[in-house]
């Protein structure tokens, strides 16, 4: 996974998340067995949403990121966007 930098200056791994097998992390949400037909926030439907298998629902578009501790959790795309930058 890429390497981006926090702007307090924490380095993380993070990859970007879309659909389901874009990531191990992320498993389906129990929802998606029912095909809901409801929206998310994020305006997509929810059966296009994940799960990580730590916990924390992930919308397509948002951020799975790893810490130097090896803890993982997700980012939304515009919060990432603003406070995380590439490291090349």
């Known amino acids: ?8 200056g924490v380095y993380v791994t ?3 998340w879309f659909r389901h097998g874009d990531s191990s992390y992320v ?14 926030y994020c305006g997509e ?3 296009k ?3 990580l298998k730590k916990g924390g629902k992930i919308c397509p578009g948002d ?6 501790n090896g803890d993982i959790y ?3 795309k ?5 406070h995380y930058k590439p490291i090349k």
């Open 1 to 8: 996974m890429p390497t981006h930098q926090l702007c307090s």
């Open 45 to 47: 439907l929810m059966e």
């Open 78 to 82: 515009y919060t990432f966007m603003t």
């Open 27 to 40: 498993t389906v949400l129990p929802a998606q067995k029912t095909k809901s037909t409801r929206l998310c």
């Open 74 to 76: 997700s980012c939304n």
């Open 63 to 68: 951020w799975i990121i790893t810490n130097s």
């Open 49 to 51: 949403h994940g799960v």
């Open 14 to 16: 993070a990859q970007q």
